[in-house]
């Protein structure tokens, strides 16, 4: 421990005292919690229903009136949680996501008189789908995808490009997201959708918790202003990280179970990944012709992750590695009360409902104050939407893809954004904004979810943290022909 962390605002044994007294108000806190959680989810499903009407109102679609005389139409879906919440709703449960996706159902069968069959017993790769199509068959009318496994279903010619069958989609309503639009397609071809269809888009968005009782007691200003103003950065964050850890129990070595850390990050996909997209940059940009072009390497992600990795090397951050059993650890230094900052997506927010003490929700820092948003990349394990190419009627499914992104703008959305982050997780009406920035800079990367095509330069963060000696530019030396041969096969 060097002498610059043994001048804490707090010592050691105030830091533990604060953690000591703040534990024993747990049983306390726990009953009126126990009581009040009734009452906060009858408020909670008043509060969506009040908030839906003015969205239904203000906005509607403009599709044509059809009946398809009690056509079954049927959904492909991973049978893996939490992705399918967006799609497996088979009755109303009293929670209020279920209860909105199944409305959702309901509202748009009643509609066009169709029936939604949602098949969700497919993998992650879409196996029996990849069969299925393959062989002719047009049991699927829309598929719910992995985004790694709708770039190999466009490569293998199982899926068509939208661009050319979408005659009753209009991509400029809000319910899709504009950055999948334009960054996920490729010479003029575009073969997954994303956006208010599912609300997996944005709960698998990367963000910062913080503990907001730590921040007091350290006497830290809340970073709500400077992220409002723009002006939460990295030369802001890392500086609070490196100031605030200790080695509680005087071992000289950090524990994660035992000592305080200033971050603590979820897993080596989360926030090493992230990071790259926090000045704007991408592992694949397209040009103004839609040509996919290398982009991770640059004088300034160069520049982020060596201030990453002076950070990881101060001992103040600790980092889970990915467990895809259960890659929400159950055991952390931040449910814990020991870690100021902790390094999620937003879906994670639920999960620390039960703390003892408040937390607040942030964007991800910027590069620098000129960065144009709070840039944060949306996981590629979210669901995409595609069309296999054996979709016997593509105005009927495109009138339904329709339907079901913009009734999900209308009701689910409010039901997760407005109630389930805003008023439930999240503790403060400046967490509420938080979540709305975080929303404008989400990013799609056509090299992130092109993986098969771009090999390691679509993981460039959690491949850096887990080198011995973590070097950009030899990493990106290595990797670079492959990739770039890769992406000019595309328009072969």
Not at 39 to 61: C, G, L, Y
């Amino acid at each position: 421990m060097n002498e610059t962390n043994r001048k804490n605002k707090f010592s050691i044994k105030c830091l533990c005292q604060i953690i000591a007294l703040t534990m024993l108000a747990v049983t306390f806190l726990t009953f009126l919690y126990s009581c009040a959680d009734t009452a906060s989810d009858k408020n909670e499903k008043e509060h969506a229903e009040k908030n839906t009407e003015p969205i239904a109102a203000a906005v509607t679609d403009k599709l044509p009136e059809r009946d398809f005389e009690g056509y079954e139409f049927t959904i492909h879906v991973r049978d893996q949680m939490p992705h399918k919440t967006d799609l497996a709703a088979e009755s109303e449960n009293g929670e209020l996501i279920n209860d909105a996706v199944y409305g959702r159902y309901r509202t748009i069968e009643e509609r066009f008189n169709i029936v939604f069959d949602i098949d969700d017993s497919g993998d992650v790769n879409a196996t029996a789908a990849q069969k299925t199509i393959s062989s002719g068959d047009d049991l699927y009318d829309l598929l719910a995808l992995h985004g790694s496994t709708a770039s190999i279903f466009s490569q293998s010619n199982l899926i068509l490009n939208l661009f050319d069958n979408m005659s009753y989609i209009d991509l400029d309503a809000p319910w899709w997201a504009d950055d999948i639009i334009h960054n996920l397609s490729a010479f003029g071809r575009l073969y997954s959708l994303a956006g208010d269809i599912s609300h997996m888009g944005l709960a698998g968005t990367g963000c910062l918790l913080f503990n907001k009782n730590l921040f007091t007691d350290l006497g830290i200003e809340y970073p709500y202003a400077a992220a409002l103003k723009g002006e939460w950065t990295l030369d802001r964050f890392f500086p609070i990280v490196v100031a605030n850890f200790a080695d509680l129990n005087g071992d000289g070595l950090m524990k994660m179970e035992e000592d305080m850390f200033g971050l603590e990050i979820r897993h080596d996909w989360c926030f090493p990944i992230a990071l790259l997209y926090c000045g704007g940059d991408r592992s694949v940009t397209m040009d103004e012709n839609g040509v996919p072009t290398l982009s991770a390497y640059n004088e300034r992600t160069v520049d982020i992750y060596n201030k990453f990795f002076d950070m990881m090397k101060s001992g103040a951050a600790y980092m889970h590695k990915w467990d895809i059993v259960g890659n929400y650890p159950t055991v952390t230094a931040f449910r814990d009360g020991r870690a100021l900052f902790y390094t999620t997506y937003l879906q994670d927010v639920i999960n620390h409902r039960d703390l003892e003490y408040e937390i607040g929700i942030l964007p991800i820092p910027k590069y620098s104050e000129s960065t144009p948003k709070y840039y944060t990349n949306v996981d590629a394990g979210q669901n995409v939407f595609s069309v296999p190419v054996t979709v016997a009627d593509n105005e009927r499914t495109n009138i339904i893809i329709e339907a079901l992104a913009a009734e999900g703008y209308r009701t689910v959305m409010p039901a997760f954004y407005e109630v389930s982050l805003k008023t439930k997780h999240a503790s403060d009406e400046e967490s509420a904004a938080m979540i709305d920035l975080i929303k404008d800079g989400r990013v799609y990367d056509f090299g992130y979810f092109n993986h098969a095509i771009v090999g390691e330069l679509a993981f460039v963060g959690q491949r850096l943290v887990n080198m011995r000696e973590p070097n950009f530019t030899s990493f990106y030396e290595k990797n670079a022909p492959s990739a770039q041969k890769n992406l000019d096969k595309l328009d072969k």
